[in-house]
T-cell receptor, first 115, second 108 residues
Framework: NAGVMQNPRHLVRRRGQEARLRCSPM?????VYWYRQLPEEGLKFMVY????????ESGMPKERFSAEFPKEGPSILRIQQVVRGDSAAYFC?????????????FGPGTRLTVL | KNEVEQSPQNLTAQEGEFITINCSYS?????LHWLQQHPGGGIVSLFM???GKKKHGRLIATINIQEKHSSLHITASHPRDSAVYIC??????????FGTGTRLTIIP
């Protein structure tokens, strides 16, 4: 029973390039959350998705960032025209029902470095 | 404003000591997570609780809803417990708000 999977684990991009981060939730989980951890800072909520729906994107920067969770395949966090300030660890988590009494299971994270 | 505060920020102790990490939050919550982030960066959910007390091995988590406070205790601490411990709460919705974490170092 595989846990939450994220790939790549490490991603290096030059300024202006695009970054695509993937998250496959645990089997049977249809709710996905993305979080960002800037260097030496705490985790911050970015977006909450269900299959084919964005439920809450209040933590997403208004520009360059987008997320999707299609009917088939992993959830994707996309960052266009990356800047140095996007360098961070991006974690996704999944839960079975999306309720605030559910445990969230975290993936290993993707560490993005922007040169 | 919905806020989560942890104390201490850093904690160094000798192997075997009893450890307590505290978490306070500003308004009522529906549930609270304690998470462990390993030196390699991975995050593990230790407990989720909305009332009372939970125990798993050497770890104990308690929550006092009236006082808006939770504690994580580690008994007979071991160097492998060295990690960052993070408190995260649901302020009534589905997204977690995180504390800044407590960096624990256990010296052999």
């Amino acid at each position: 029973n595989a846990g939450v999977m994220q790939n790549p684990r490490h991603l290096v991009r030059r300024r202006g390039q695009e970054a695509r981060l993937r998250c496959s939730p645990m089997k049977g989980h249809s709710h996905v959350y993305w979080y960002r951890q800037l260097p030496e800072e705490g985790l911050k909520f970015m977006v909450y998705l269900q299959k084919e729906n964005i439920i809450d994107e209040s933590g997403m920067p208004k520009e360059r960032f987008s997320a999707e969770f299609p009917k088939e395949g992993p959830s994707i966090l996309r960052i266009q025209q990356v800047v140095r300030g996007d360098s961070a660890a991006y974690f996704c988590a999944s839960s079975p029902r999306g309720q605030n009494t559910d445990t969230q299971y975290f993936g290993p994270g993707t560490r993005l470095t922007v040169l | 404003k919905n806020e989560v505060e942890q104390s201490p920020q850093n904690l160094t102790a000798q192997e075997g000591e009893f450890i307590t990490i505290n978490c306070s939050y500003s308004v009522g919550i529906s549930a609270l997570h304690w998470l462990q982030q390993h030196p390699g960066g991975g995050i593990v959910s230790l407990f989720m609780l909305s009332s009372g007390k939970k125990k798993h091995g050497r770890l104990i988590a308690t929550i006092n809803i009236q006082e808006k406070h939770s504690s994580l205790h580690i008994t007979a601490s071991h160097p492998r417990d060295s990690a960052v411990y993070i408190c995260a709460v649901y302020f009534g919705n589905e997204k977690l708000t995180f504390g800044t974490g407590t960096r624990l170092t256990i010296i052999p």
